[in-house]
């Protein structure tokens, strides 16, 4: 069973091609903005970090809540470390992703110590939620969106060092599918639904989470509508 059709067809009816010219699937490469050589010579050194991780086994497993098919698990079984997490008394709230002042860092930072580097080289003004997600038993993360508030757009970049994840974005009315193929990426998260196909071994991402950079941030274009789909209106004017 999918998810709920009056949903899928409010949201779209205000984002659709005819309308507001805004392409689906899409995702807009954000390797122009980044050091991508920096982030690929931190392959081995997260991989090896992530191993240390999964072999503490800790209970942290990515949650599917907006599925596509209902039917999909709930916790498919990859697996996250939280390299910050909420600050004590504050209740968590997917929409807080991008509100810094809630979140603090976790033990596991210092961990990551050099990945932690690397994110404050990306251009933020501030960074709230900052997670890694990773999987090793070949499952996948079935079609899914981050949540179901048009007026909300995060500021993120989702990120890996390697691009060994068939990470996708789906245009759930046509079946399109569209795979990122860049290091690093921004994409409409309430629009269109995104997920990854199972993969042997181990494959991961990285998401950072907060508020752009305020001149960088002046840089993307807006759409007039519809304020989650600027990532898509950005890479259908690109298109990249």
């Not at 903005?33 to 997260?46: H, P, Q, R, S, T």
Request: net charge negative; glycine share 6%.
């Amino acid at each position: 069973m999918r998810e709920q059709a009056g949903n899928i067809h409010l949201v779209n009816s205000r984002a659709s091609a005819g309308q507001t010219g805004l392409k689906y699937p899409s995702y807009k490469s954000f390797d122009e903005f980044i050091d991508v050589e920096k982030l690929k010579a931190l392959d081995g050194y997260l991989i090896e970090k992530i191993k240390q991780h999964r072999g503490l086994n800790l209970p942290d497993f990515f949650l599917n809540e907006h599925r596509l098919d209902a039917n999909a698990p709930h916790q498919p079984g990859a697996r996250e470390v939280w390299l910050t997490k909420t600050k004590p008394g504050t209740l968590y709230n997917y929409l807080d992703l991008n509100k810094p002042e809630l979140w603090e860092r976790t033990e596991w930072a210092a961990d990551f110590s050099l990945l932690m580097d690397f994110i404050a080289t990306l251009p933020f003004y501030q960074t709230g939620r900052i997670l890694i997600i990773y999987d090793d038993q070949g499952l996948e993360v079935p079609a899914h969106r981050d949540h179901l508030n048009t007026e909300i757009c995060h500021d993120f970049i989702w990120f890996r060092t390697n691009l060994t994840k068939p990470f996708y974005m789906l245009n759930q009315n046509t079946g399109e599918k569209i795979y990122v193929s860049s290091y690093s990426a921004w994409f409409d998260t309430v629009n269109q639904f995104h997920g990854s196909d199972a993969k042997p071994g181990l494959s991961f991402s990285i998401r950072v989470d907060g508020i752009f950079e305020r001149r960088f941030s002046s840089t993307i274009p807006r759409p007039a509508s519809n304020p989650s789909s600027t990532p898509a209106y950005w890479a259908s004017i690109t298109q990249t």
